[in-house]
T-cell receptor, first 109, second 115 residues
Framework: KQEVTQIPAALSVPEGENLVLNCSFT??????LQWFRQDPGKGLTSLLL?????REQTSGRLNASLDKSSGRSTLYIAASQPGDSATYLC????????FGTGTSLTVIP | GAGVSQSPSNKVTEKGKDVELRCDPI?????LYWYRQSLGQGLEFLIY????????KSGLPSDRFSAERTGGSVSTLTIQRTQQEDSAVYLC?????????????FGNGTRLTVT
């Protein structure tokens, strides 16, 4: 069974810092890797999807990378802002979507 | 609709009662998923529908839980004889199809509280 782990569980940074969130998965036979953010009391919002054949995807200040062979993905956030504060989850797609437990990010003004 | 719609947004029920949670996926999406998220926990997979195929029910925690998807669109998750441990946010998601380039889109969830 696919197991997805996210480190760290929580992260607090001052505004303006660049940061990296980590996601690891045990089974490299995935269709894609998707990153989400979740605000308190809300559902999940899709940020980036990396297909299994791709190495990275970029959207604005966000860059996600995928290394299937090592079972790792990273989400890089440049020039963090207080509005980036949320929980970030990654999901590896096989027969279904397998989620990590998330990283809770706080950006301090 | 523009996104995945779930109703009700909040539901408070007494222990032992049955509840029904509804999900309207994005139009044209063939894959539909139900997840449960307990306070401070990750997402727990419950059930998955893909087109007309038999659903993957492997995540349902007990026989008190069941789900249907009528006409390949709307889905209803039913919890019978609710217990306090059923209290959680129930999230529905849909994607165009299962597979490589089909991102998952979530609704805002139904917060279920069993008293």
């Amino acid at each position: 069974k696919q197991e997805v782990t996210q480190i760290p569980a929580a992260l607090s940074v001052p505004e303006g810092e660049n940061l990296v969130l980590n996601c690891s998965f045990t089974d490299s036979a995935i269709y894609n890797l998707q990153w989400f953010r979740q605000d308190p009391g809300k559902g999940l919002t899709s940020l980036l999807l990396i297909q299994s054949s791709q190495r990275e995807q970029t959207s604005g200040r966000l860059n996600a990378s995928l290394d299937k062979s090592s079972g790792r993905s990273t989400l890089y956030i440049a020039a963090s802002q207080p509005g980036d504060s949320a929980t970030y989850l990654c999901a590896a797609t096989g027969n279904q979507f397998y989620f990590g437990t998330g990283t809770s990010l706080t950006v301090i003004p | 609709g523009a996104g995945v719609s779930q109703s009700p947004s909040n539901k408070v029920t007494e222990k032992g009662k049955d509840v029904e949670l509804r999900c309207d996926p994005i139009s044209g999406h063939t894959a539909l998923y139900w997840y449960r998220q307990s306070l401070g926990q990750g997402l727990e997979f419950l059930i998955y529908f893909q087109g007309n195929s038999a659903p993957d029910k492997s995540g349902l925690p007990s026989d008190r839980f069941s789900a249907e998807r009528t006409g390949g669109s709307v889905s209803t998750l039913t919890i019978q004889r609710t217990q306090q441990e059923d209290s959680a946010v129930y999230l529905c998601a849909s994607s165009l199809m299962s597979g490589e380039n089909s991102p998952l889109h979530f609704g805002n969830g139904t917060r279920l509280t069993v008293t």
